[in-house]
């Protein structure tokens, strides 16, 4: 099983600043990585897939980078609704699909 | 509008059972696989299972094999997830998660709004 870490746990940000969550897989994943969105009460929602591309409606304000083992999400400039939970979660080693247990963003 | 919509949850004793449903719409439910993903209270995602598009090709966690059982009914555009010999550690809400890509193994891009199973005595 590969086992997905993302650092920090909790990142807090003030609103405008930009923010950087980190996602470390045990072993390469190669680009199958995608970062999802999770407010309190719902459903997780697909930000980036293929490690880098943008799901469709999302804003350019995200983006995400790396390949292999390590892996950026990065938010250029925090809007209010932006504070979630952010997963990640590697789709190379299907079908033992693993995700990361979050990077909480909250409020500075 | 593309919907995934779950129900049967509720609260049931260790050592029984539940069926979970989840009902597509507004796409052609029989082109996408799809899985069921839980998630425990204040926890993270775990997957749980996975059907191909045509239910040929099924897989589980370790954790929930040979308890739960996944089909689908492509004619009725549902997933259905059969759980027995529930345990508190199945306690969680369960999402039904759509595949992006209909050719490949890709992320999840369609979520449900989940339902929330509860064991306990």
């Known amino acids: 099983e590969i086992v997905m870490t993302q650092s920090p746990a909790t990142l807090s940000v003030s609103p405008g600043e930009r923010a950087t969550l980190s996602c470390r897989a045990s072993q390469s994943v190669s680009s199958n990585l995608a970062w999802y969105q999770q407010k309190p009460g719902q459903a997780p929602r697909l930000l980036i897939y293929?490690?880098?591309t943008r799901a469709t409606g999302i804003p350019a304000r995200f983006s995400g980078s790396g390949s292999g083992t390590e892996f950026t999400l990065t938010i250029s400039s925090l809007q209010s609704e932006d504070f979630a939970v952010y997963y990640c979660?590697?789709?190379?080693?299907?079908?033992?699909?693993?995700f990361g247990q979050g990077t909480k963003v909250e409020i500075k | 509008q593309v919907q995934l919509v779950e129900s049967g949850g509720g609260l049931v004793k260790p050592g029984g059972s539940l069926r979970l449903s989840c009902a597509a719409s507004?796409?052609?439910?029989?082109?996408?696989?799809m899985s069921w993903i839980r998630q425990a209270p204040g926890k993270g995602l775990e997957w749980v299972s996975y059907i191909s598009s045509s239910g040929s090709t099924i897989y589980y966690a370790d954790s929930v094999k040979g308890r739960f059982t996944i089909s689908r009914d492509n004619a009725k555009n549902s997933l259905y997830l059969q759980m027995n010999s529930l345990r508190a550690e199945d306690t969680a809400v369960y999402y039904c998660?759509?595949?992006?890509?209909?050719?490949?193994?890709?992320?999840?891009?369609?979520w449900g709004q989940g339902t929330m199973v509860t064991v306990s005595s």
């Open positions: 998660a759509r595949g992006k890509e209909m050719a490949t193994i890709d992320a999840f891009d369609i």
């Open positions: 507004g796409f052609t439910f029989s082109d996408y696989y």
């Open positions: 979660q590697q789709y190379n080693n299907w079908p033992l699909w693993t």
């Open positions: 293929g490690a880098s």
